[in-house]
């Protein structure tokens, strides 16, 4: 009316929409995840303003539907492998092969029987950051950031860089229990070393090879091998032990880092460690610990867990319940810890090491 024109209809900002989409991606990258797996950002300011902590929200668990697909497979295949290992027993070489080697052997006369201070809180303290750190973890590939964190230039989280990558909250929180957790394991190594403690998770035989398979046809067939955890481990514990303290846990600690923003940006180590090939191992190697907690804490409960469960946790080789109130009271500062891990908590935290933004 009047002779006015029409409004015309404003039309919409792709540019600042690539411009979103662009930045995830270059987040993403620097988490390690392939970009066809992005997760899209919540739209937000995009100034670098500081984080008001009052606005974070707890990230979906949508890890624990996949968890849930994992647990069901391999329950299948434990039911599969079990009935294997039954029909085997039935065997009269096989059973020949059992009686021969029963599974475990002779500690030697150096080696102290039982579980000391040490090695007990060492073991607390591992299961603690172990939790802490699968959750964080696995929860990077799917998280919906709640905010950002970057190192100061040149700082002592930057790794002597100029210009930090900026990461999500999550893998900062991964990243520095991950340190705890190779601190942890370091006191281990040197304390299992100096106390001689070493002798009872080392083979020093190669009988422990057709010992080791004798403990596992048994083991799968529910037939419990006759062992005494408080004088020497089974040859398979001893293999698994070794395997885990000497390849598995240095392995994971180097490819961790590698894949971290605390690497050193430099081409020589670059090109002596390349990303892709840190990537590849570290996550089969994520794998494996999920895997070994979960058959360990199964077979400490289906093998006597009052007996086992004092041995690591009250230094005691009696059967009663306080070694399954300890080991229950411990799971129970995981869980707490698991809750703090969530950006709330987390963020300020964080703000005293480097810069925390919502972007």
Avoid: C
């Amino acid at each position: 009316m009047g002779g006015s024109s029409p409004s015309q209809p404003e039309a919409p900002n792709f540019r600042q929409k690539d411009d979103s989409e662009t930045s995830a991606r270059s987040d993403q990258r620097r988490l390690g995840a392939p970009e066809d797996e992005a997760v899209q950002p919540a739209p937000q300011p995009t100034s670098d303003r500081p984080l008001d902590i009052t606005e974070l929200r707890p990230g979906k668990w949508s890890w624990l539907r996949r968890a849930v697909k994992v647990v069901a497979l391999a329950v299948v295949v434990a039911l599969i492998l079990v009935i294997a290992a039954r029909w085997l027993r039935t065997l009269d070489p096989v059973a020949e092969f059992i009686a021969a080697y029963p599974g475990h052997l002779e500690p030697s006369d150096t080696t102290d029987s039982g579980f000391p201070a040490w090695l007990r809180w060492q073991h607390f303290l591992n299961f603690f950051f172990m939790a802490v750190i699968v959750r964080t973890g696995f929860g990077l590939r799917s998280e919906r950031p709640a905010a950002y964190w970057q190192a100061r230039p040149r700082g002592f989280f930057a790794a002597g860089r100029a210009r930090p990558p900026k990461i999500t909250l999550g893998q900062w929180t991964h990243q520095m229990v991950d340190v705890a957790w190779v601190l942890n394991g370091l006191v281990f190594v040197v304390l299992l070393f100096a106390t001689g403690h070493w002798a009872r998770i080392v083979p020093t035989s190669w009988d422990v090879i057709p010992h080791a398979t004798s403990v596992i046809i048994q083991y799968l067939s529910l037939e419990w091998p006759l062992e005494n955890s408080w004088v020497h481990y089974n040859a398979a514990q001893q293999l698994a032990y070794t395997l885990t303290v000497f390849v598995a846990a240095p392995l994971t600690a180097l490819t961790g880092w590698r894949v971290s923003s605390w690497w050193p940006d430099t081409p020589g180590l670059n090109r002596a460690f390349p990303l892709g090939a840190a990537r590849l191992a570290h996550r089969p190697l994520a794998v494996y610990f999920v895997a070994f907690v979960i058959l360990h804490v199964g077979l400490v409960l289906l093998t006597g867990a009052q007996r086992n469960l004092n041995h690591i946790f009250t230094g005691r080789d009696v059967a009663d319940a306080w070694g399954i109130a300890v080991f229950l009271g411990a799971v129970a500062l995981s869980a707490v810890a698991l809750l703090l891990t969530r950006a709330l908590f987390t963020a300020p935290v964080a703000a005293r090491t480097g810069t925390v933004t919502r972007r």
